[in-house]
């Protein structure tokens, strides 16, 4: 089963607000890592948060990790249609080498 | 461009049928993992080596094989072939192969059996 899980399913916006996704994960982790895929396309890796970090900006993009609540959300501010993608959330379980995918929001960006 | 590279792009054959997916990591990268994505399963880690030795194994069927030679590049073989497994094939890769990095991934083999 999937170690992650990505809250809303699907989140349609326009261009200009913002976007925010959640994850949540079920056991410990070392870090937690946020990618980017374009339809039928490879992921893009866009941040990594550690487990002793609570949040992390890159660009238009910021970060929280709750481990308390085994969550974190990805906020895009200020969208734009080029930011139409399929974000996932991935976890390295403690011990493990691999990551662990979540099912993926689908983020469309109304020009 | 990641700089990992898939060949081929794309691969249509039938069932039963045999077929050899190959992936060259990013220079320098030791590790390499490969995945599944399909529409009903998401993204699945199916097997992970470094530097020639199979790391970590994840939902990978016994009619799937994978290796990873001395130049790096990797192949997964994926035999007696079955409409289900239509999907798309990742390979990524990262330097030390632990799951603190960041891995980089190819484009894609996106295979259909029919």
């Known amino acids: 089963s999937q170690q992650g899980e990505e809250d809303p399913q699907a989140l349609s916006i326009q261009e200009g607000e913002n976007a925010t996704m959640n994850c949540s994960y079920k056991?410990?982790?070392?870090?937690l890592q946020w990618y980017r895929q374009n339809s039928g396309r490879g992921l893009v890796h866009l941040i990594l948060?550690?487990?002793?970090?609570r949040e992390k900006h890159s660009g238009r993009l910021r970060v929280t990790l709750d481990t308390s609540k085994k969550s974190s959300s990805l906020l895009i501010t200020a969208s734009r249609a080029a930011d139409t993608a399929s974000y996932f959330c991935?976890?390295?379980?403690?011990?493990?080498?691999?990551?662990?995918f979540g099912t993926g929001t689908r983020l469309t960006v109304i020009p | 461009d990641s700089g990992v590279t898939q060949t081929p792009k794309h691969l249509i054959t039938a069932t039963g049928q045999r077929v050899t997916l190959r992936c060259s990591p990013r220079?320098?990268?030791?590790?390499v993992y490969w995945y599944q994505q399909s529409l009903d399963q998401g993204l699945q880690f199916l097997i992970q080596?470094?530097?020639?030795?199979?790391?970590a194994k994840g939902n990978i069927l016994e009619r799937f094989s994978a290796q990873q030679f001395p130049d790096l590049h990797s192949e997964l073989n994926l035999s007696s072939l079955e409409l289900g497994d239509s999907a798309l094939y990742f390979c990524?890769?990262?330097?030390?192969?632990?799951?603190?990095?960041?891995?980089?991934f190819g484009p894609g083999t996106r295979l259909l059996v029919l």
């Open positions: 990524a890769s990262s330097f030390a192969g632990t799951g603190q990095e960041t891995q980089y």
């Open positions: 056991t410990s982790i070392n870090n």
């Open positions: 948060i550690r487990s002793n970090e």
């Open positions: 991935a976890t390295d379980l403690t011990g493990a080498n691999n990551l662990f």
């Open positions: 220079s320098g990268d030791l590790s």
């Open positions: 080596y470094y530097n020639g030795e199979e790391r």
